[in-house]
């Protein structure tokens, strides 16, 4: 037999119906907060074409012997979190250019977890953004602030554009110019006493490069013009092996941008 509500009864139930109600949106608007102010990927996700790099693996990464544009994040930071769709996709474009992966370490580092590695190069705040040039050891005065888009485009822009600003690495343009036809030249010796007279009238950083392409063009007139790119090869082999010493670097990426302006192959 059918007992029927009372009015109490009613009331009642409709005032716990709608307390349930009034508890479900502010769980809901919470949960919208929440992803509102940190939404996003997971920073610690491991990215293709981008190394993970600890205090250790920095090291031996990061060394100047090639170019490197390095993510200091920290796991609980919403800017860090929406920019891992973008780093993601600069990881899988520069995979998929030869030229670039060969040249390029895309990277990030924990600087929440790994504090001393953000501390070596001023790191503040996150996430921070910071290039590494080819051929200098790794210090706060040789790194380079990113302050370009954030966008996997962006990324991308800049690094080529850093890339073709250090194809003149180590090059003295008065030399260039001289060199121009050395590999073709039948008087070899002849046009290196010309070269080695214009290296006098340097100064600075043009006379220490311009004594290299002396040296290097010695040997080529010795040894054979193969040399230039045979030496050129082997020196960028070891470059990208990560285990040229840091004080070495330096050195040899300048010999390594000298040979290829003297064999006419300047990437």
Not at 241 to 252: F, L, P
Request: proline residues 4%.
């Amino acid at each position: 037999q059918h007992t029927p509500h009372s009015p109490a009864s009613s009331s009642i139930n409709f005032i716990r119906m709608a307390r349930a109600m009034v508890f479900a949106a502010t769980i809901l608007a919470f949960v919208a907060l929440a992803s509102a102010a940190g939404g996003g990927d997971d920073p610690t996700e491991v990215l293709p074409g981008v190394l993970d790099l600890t205090p250790e693996t920095f090291a031996t990464t990061v060394t100047g012997s090639k170019f490197a544009l390095v993510e200091f994040y920290a796991p609980w930071c919403g800017h860090c979190k929406h920019l891992v769709p973008e780093y993601k996709r600069l990881g899988e474009l520069v995979q998929a250019d030869p030229k670039l992966k060969n040249r390029v370490v895309i990277a990030k580092v924990d600087a929440d977890a790994h504090r001393s590695v953000g501390e070596m190069f001023d790191v503040k705040g996150f996430p921070t953004i910071k290039w590494f040039p080819r051929g200098k050891i790794p210090s706060k005065e040789t790194v380079v602030d990113y302050n370009a888009a954030r966008t996997a485009e962006g990324f991308l822009e800049y690094i080529k554009a850093a890339i073709d600003a250090d194809k003149n690495f180590a090059r003295v343009s008065a030399l260039d110019a001289l060199t121009a036809d050395f590999s073709t030249a039948t008087d070899k010796a002849a046009l290196v006493k010309q070269v080695a007279e214009a290296v006098l009238t340097l100064e600075g950083e043009d006379k220490v490069n311009g004594e290299m392409y002396v040296k290097i063009m010695e040997k080529a007139s010795e040894k054979g013009i193969e040399y230039l790119t045979k030496e050129k090869a082997r020196l960028d082999k070891m470059l990208a092996s990560g285990s040229v010493a840091a004080a070495k670097v330096d050195e040899m990426s300048r010999k390594v941008s000298i040979l290829g302006a003297l064999s006419g192959d300047s990437e």
